[in-house]
């Protein structure tokens, strides 16, 4: 299962719509040579796979998502970027719709965090390369969240995410074993990474960060479970929610956390 909590949907596209090839797969972008087979399992709305279409062109980079509103916007963005070898279809990690030995290069970014099985999803992703492939995975590890000022409502806020990923079959602290599930997955060998690309330390940014954060608090989906759940009451999610924007303005707020990543060779 891959879940992404439903938000407003500017909100959302504008989080996974920012990022970028250099500040995301930095570690993937050396092995990366033109005329290559490309698949990005899990675009969003295509904002890396149409990065790499420039740098790997005349080879083709195909995007999946089972969000077809994103891959609806990833096609939107190609067309107007005026980028013609990358293409998009709806379809998940767990289930590859490609045949055996498609691709050069798979990646899949703050995708499996989502995902029950991960090593299924690996062996998915090992499947759909060629012998000589190289697949990327890098993923949020939210146990290195860190947040200041220590206000215990932003506490709350990152502990409320990290149980609605359990909740939903994710694991969001899976990516610092990425080396060894890619071994189990059949990988011949791996190369661990640690990334950076979530760091909110000045007022734009610590603004962007509570607006998407009230955004995805604010949701239904999100809390309904919240409340069945009992993990606050309303309450305390007002709140916490008050809080958020309260701590976007404030001269000294920070939060970040890291990204765990890995390479792995098809043999």
Known sequence: MEQRYVID?????????????????????????????????????????????TMIAPGRVTGI??????????RRSASERGIENAEFQTGSVNELPFAEES?????????????????RALAELRRVLRPDGLAAVSDDDL?????????PEMRLAAQLFERAVVHEGGNPRYSHHLRGLMLQAGFARTQGFA????????????????DFAVGLFSAQSMSDVILAEAWATRAELDAMIAALRDWADRPDAFASWLYCAALGWAS
């Open 103 to 119: 691709f050069d290069v798979v990646y899949a970014n703050a995708v499996l965090i989502y995902v029950r099985d991960p090593i």
């Open 65 to 74: 998502d089972p969000d077809a509103g994103q891959i609806d916007a990833a």
């Open 195 to 210: 990334l950076a690309p979530e760091v909110y330390g000045d007022p734009e940014s610590t603004r962007w960060f509570a």
């Open 143 to 151: 146990g290195t969240i860190v947040i200041s000022p220590d206000v």
């Open 9 to 53: 949907e500017s909100v959302q596209h504008g989080y996974v719509g920012s990022r970028d090839a250099r500040t995301f797969l930095p570690f993937l972008l050396p092995h990366l040579r033109s005329g290559m087979d490309v698949l990005d399992a899990g675009c969003g709305v295509g904002s890396i796979a149409l990065d790499l279409a």
